[in-house]
């Protein structure tokens, strides 16, 4: 393990300050991987005549973790392959897309795009809670940018306007237009729920608008594992922090496997790490939701928890801090990750405090963004088909791959 991990070059790390033209946007910057560690991104994808539908058959989620295979590297690198998971995995049921501090306020918003579905998420005047498609009804320009504050949305191009409730308030120079109601050309709104201090949008299609809280999304997004995380501080009793984003160049589900891996990788890559932490951590697997985690000595509850939520969700709580990362797809050789930091409110204001442990966790997660960029390259090697999982502690990992088949498969 250790001779393989000195065969990874480390990558240049550049720190990025982009500009921010949104003044109050809780985007702080992006860092970027650039390099040339991925030599083949850009060449054809050798799987694309396979169908989408016969790759997910390779895997079989009947085989006991003992003794089955991991799905085949075309997983993640066929471009098909992730059309069908947008239309099957993040195009149904509940995705987490940000949280409530990103909306604190009357009249804010923020934005996001998960495949092709650009949406706008925003509170109104009155503090309603609301989620629409972030195109103009007019020739569909997008609508807003980044996140802000505004008691409208004015469409850049022509100047449509829209309430936060999504009404078309003013269509600018139609004079002469005819079989025109505006009442028919409102924004587009999409399901939107809150869950603790998270904020979900479900993109299927049909589903239908339902503002503010939802009593069953707690069961519907996380099943009986939503009392567990609530009752172990993943609560709204946290302050927000800050919002980092990175650009990685691997496929969305090898971020998600280096997290289900049962700390596995812990003793070889993150040497700060405390190594008596790492064995003390055991995994539970509820429906849609494994926690890795150190229990109690009374073993009631967690003294600290790593929670992935399927299919793209992680939260993190341990002493003073949760931190959670969302992996979106942007292509099946690269994925955003948005990690959002909360904090005791005790401790917020602690400057000096906030920013070491930021510069830890970051050097954690720089650790993992380098591994998962390996597994990509190595996932592209023609020497590399399918691997094993080690029972005692890939528990969560091949329940990933078993969920995401059922998905898959319909
Ligand atoms: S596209 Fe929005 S006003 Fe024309
Ligand atoms: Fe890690």
Known sequence: MAMNMMMINPINLNLNKTRNPYPNSYIQHTQSLKSSQISNTHEPNHTSFISAHSLVQQFDPNIPIQEALTP?????????????????????????????????????????????????????????????????????????????????????????????????????????IKNFNVNEFGLVPLRVAVWGPFILLNLEKGAFSQQGCDDNVGMEWLGSSSKILSTNGVDTSLSYVCRREYIIECNWKVFCDNHTDGGYHGPFVHKDLCLNLLNSLSTTVYEKVSILGQEKLDRLGYESLYAFIYPNFMVNRYGPWMDTNLILPLGPRRCKVVFDYFLEASLKDDEAFVAKGIEYNE????????LCQAVQRGLESPAYSRGRYVPMVEEAMHHFHCLLHQNLIK
């Open 72 to 176: 085949p590297s075309s997983w993640y690198t066929s471009t098909e392959f992730l059309s069908l998971e947008f239309d099957q995995v993040f195009f149904k049921g509940w995705q987490a897309v940000g949280c409530t501090a990103q909306v604190q306020e009357a009249n804010s918003f923020f934005t996001g795009r998960l495949g092709n579905i650009e949406y706008v998420v925003c509170r109104d005047e009155y503090g309603e809670l609301h989620a629409f498609h972030n195109v103009c009804r007019h020739h569909a320009s997008l609508l807003a940018f980044g996140s802000g504050k505004g008691s409208c949305f004015t469409c850049p191009y022509h100047g449509w306007t829209y309430g936060l409730n999504g009404a078309l308030l003013k269509a600018t120079r139609i004079t002469g």
């Open 363 to 370: 050097k954690l997660q720089m650790e993992d963004f380098v």
